[in-house]
């Protein structure tokens, strides 16, 4: 007896739609657990939205404290300023630095703090903020100039000193303040400093205070309204700023094309479970710090090319006032002698007594 051979179609078809379907239902099954183990895994905050910025809220104890004792010496001391009957202390420079300081804080505490250590782009974001705007505040609010303004004339001849020391000047070299602007972006990121940054506690509260000191670092000689060591050009600000412009686009294009994930076993073994992927993230990171640390420099620039003029200014008229004292001293030694006193023949523009030129203009 020879056993009936079923047809073909028929015999395959049932069976591979049941093994497909039980195929589907187990992708599924697994999916779903590996879902529910991410999202039981990860104890972080919740999914990130606009209005944490302003309120999500976290405490950073050592910036508040800090912050805290900072504004209130300055608030005292602009007090003491006014009381000695000093130089009246500029409403400007109280309202730079108390805004630098509230600025520190929220970049700590607020919503972007509360991720920093969560996502890559708000990381990211705090890096700018804290190594380029933060201190550029501070360094406008002139606490330096005020610490010397508000100390006894003993104390104030010390710190004017030190100010003036060895260590001081090479620290305020232009080199070597730039290199304290520009390096640190780069090391944060491709050196075991920016994971240890995002899996210690200890790490994190470091970076915010090394990059708010680097910042002031570099702010401080370059906008030169604090005493410095010794004065360089203003033009070397400006240089020097465009050449932070190339750098932020060379570390952006970095993070963004370079293909290598920077702290990837930190963000894989937190396990968010929303979001953008790994590499998203680092892509809108990059992003954020190219086009950002484009946009700060703006500030510095105003701030450069004000103070420029305000120097210019005050040169011109300390130039004017030493004419002015040698003409009325040349004057009181004329009418002492009895002699008519004389015109103010230093006044005479330079070019129409320059042998070369007063011919052109009638000299």
């Known amino acids: 007896m020879s056993a009936a051979v079923p047809d073909g179609d028929g015999a395959d078809d049932r069976p591979a739609s049941v093994a497909t379907g039980a195929s589907e239902v187990t992708g599924r099954m697994n999916g779903a657990v590996d879902g529910a183990v991410s999202v039981l895994a990860y104890d972080g905050p919740p999914p990130w939205q606009w209005s944490y910025l302003a309120t999500a809220w976290t405490a950073e104890p050592l910036v508040l404290a800090l912050s805290v004792l900072l504004g209130a010496w300055y608030l005292t001391a602009v007090r003491t ?22 600025l520190w804080i929220w970049c700590t505490c607020s919503g972007l703090g509360v991720y920093e250590r969560i996502l890559f782009t708000d990381r990211a974001v705090q890096v700018v903020l804290l190594l380029m705007v933060v201190p550029l505040l501070l360094a406008l609010g002139a606490p330096v100039s005020l610490l010397v303004a508000a100390a006894p004339p003993a104390r104030r001849e010390r710190i004017l000193r030190a ?21 640190p972006p780069w090391l944060l990121y491709f050196t075991p400093w920016y994971e240890e940054s995002v899996s210690s506690a200890a790490g994190n509260v470091l970076l915010h205070l090394a990059l708010v000191l680097l910042g002031l670092a570099y702010f401080w000689p370059r ?12 033009l070397v600000g400006l240089f020097i700023t465009f050449a932070e412009v190339i750098f932020d686009a060379g570390l952006g294009i970095v993070l963004i094309y370079g293909g290598h ?19 998203q993230d ?6 954020a710090f190219w086009v950002l640390g484009d946009l700060v420099g703006l500030p510095f620039l ?10 210019g200014r ?22 002492a002698a009895g002699r008519p006193e004389e015109e103010e023949t230093g006044m005479r523009p330079w070019w129409l007594d320059d042998p070369n030129l007063k011919h052109r203009y009638g000299g």
Do not use: C
């Open 282 to 287: 680092q892509t809108w990171g990059g992003n």
């Open 302 to 311: 105003a701030a450069l090319v004000r103070r420029m003029v305000v120097q």
């Open 314 to 335: 005050e040169e011109i008229r300390a130039v004017d006032a030493e004419l002015d004292a040698r003409f009325e001293a040349a004057a009181e030694e004329a009418r």
């Open 81 to 102: 300023v006014h009381r000695s009957g000093g130089e009246r202390w500029q409403p400007t420079r109280t309202a730079a630095f108390l805004g630098g300081l509230l």
């Open 223 to 234: 906008l030169q309204i604090d005493p410095v060591g010794h004065e360089y050009p203003h």
């Open 261 to 279: 994930l920077v702290a990837e076993h930190h963000y894989v073994a937190l396990g968010r479970p929303w979001g953008p992927s790994l590499v």
């Open 163 to 183: 100010l003036r020391s060895r260590p001081s000047k090479v620290l305020m070299f232009p080199a070597v303040s730039t290199a304290l602007l520009m390096a």
